[in-house]
Nanobody
Framework: QVQLRESGGGLVQTGDSLTLSCAAS????????MGWFRQAPGKERELVAA????????WYKESLQGRFTISRDNTKNRAYLQMNNLQPEDTAVYYC????????????????WGQGTQVTVSS
């Protein structure tokens, strides 16, 4: 199995940028897709971006395209979520997740989760 730990959250102002990082450990030699999810207070958790095991395919929640960028560095066993022009509605706990998969993009079926990192955007 793979263990995940997010970092990089914090309190920012509207329009700021932030990069979240997800460190993976454990059985990282196998192919695993990764995704970033978020959950705002009172709302369901949603997938915001996903990336194939080799980084060659990505997917974004449509409304976030152009502002968020997912990437990964398999040599460092890390995934990243670059978030630009942050808005108050981006305030949420952000989670990274993984699944052993060769899917081009994994929208569901994530088995492993980090503990989450809080992102708060003040207006």
């Amino acid at each position: 199995q793979v263990q995940l730990r997010e970092s990089g959250g914090g309190l920012v102002q509207t329009g700021d940028s932030l990069t979240l990082s997800c460190a993976a450990s454990g059985r990282t030699s196998s192919r695993y897709a990764m995704g970033w999810f978020r959950q705002a207070p009172g709302k369901e958790r949603e997938l915001v971006a996903a990336i194939r095991w080799n980084g060659q395919n990505t997917w974004y929640k449509e409304s976030l395209q152009g502002r968020f960028t997912i990437s990964r560095d398999n040599t460092k066993n890390r995934a990243y979520l670059q978030m630009n022009n942050l808005q108050p509605e981006d305030t949420a706990v952000y989670y990274c997740a993984a699944q052993y998969s060769d899917l081009v993009v994994a929208h569901r079926g994530y088995e492993y989760w980090g503990q989450g990192t809080q992102v708060t955007v003040s207006s």
